[in-house]
């Protein structure tokens, strides 16, 4: 077994706390190693499995001017040298089915967004490729609903399935986290994954950007990590000021080792 599939094993079969962690989409190759190269050998250090999450196109966007990526294939083939060169299995969204071969070529897990978890074609299409697939739980939905998008999953033959809970809307601008809802996605059976940053964004507002509550980060993760989450997923940018996604709620990559090591520390306490 080599060092990327025993990095998938572990996120689907040990009880070690995991991270998926990256930059919210592909913006340029300095970035993108700089930050894959600072995460591998900080989770090397800490002895926890990672992933490299970055999306190789942003398709939800609230404005048709916001930046949405530098180009699809310039933008995977920057994802597959950070898994050349760092050894670690990356992962990035799909949004429609014929997304889903394309990006396999280059990923080793393809992550449903919140808004597409119940589009069944994109389901079978990402289960089809038999890689990992990260299924993130709408903003509208209850936990149950998420049974039904694993299922379709598990129709293609793959089991290797992740459930990320991402918070739920609260009014018009605004996201909230029921804690409820870990516990009960991991009595469903598959590992659980709590998406740390999107649950503090704050979409839906008047400029158009996406605004958020980054100041929040370490008191939800703590929180996910005390009622058993298997996995964090956390957004993180060398300088979020500047990043060209999701900046309003990305944790500064100097402040990650700080983070995990408290939240390491908590999970060996329980």
Known sequence: ??????????????????????????????????????????????????????????????????????????????????????????????HESREAAVAAEYVDMLQIPAFLFRQTDLLHAAGNTGKVVNIKKGQFAAVEAMEFAAIKV??????????????????????????????????LGYPTVMDVTHSLQQPNNGSGVTGGLPQLIEPIAKAAVAVGVSGLFIETHPDPASALSDGANMLPLNKMEDLLTRLIRLRESL
């Open 154 to 187: 598990k129709e293609t033959g793959n089991n290797k399935i992740l459930l990320t809970e991402r918070g739920n809307m609260f009014g018009y601008g605004d996201m909230v986290v029921d804690y409820r809802n870990l516990v009960w996605m991991k009595e």
């Open 1 to 94: 077994m080599d060092k990327i599939e025993s990095i998938l094993h572990n996120v689907l079969h040990s009880e070690k706390l995991f991270l998926l962690a990256g930059p919210c989409v592909v913006e340029n190759e300095k970035i993108t190693l700089e930050t894959a190269s600072f995460l591998a050998n900080l989770t090397d250090k800490l002895g926890i499995p990672f992933v490299y999450k970055s999306s190789y196109r942003k398709a939800n966007r609230t404005k048709s001017s916001s930046f949405s990526g530098i180009g699809d294939e310039k933008a995977l083939k920057l994802l597959g040298k950070v898994r050349t060169e760092f050894g670690v299995p990356t992962v990035t969204d799909i």
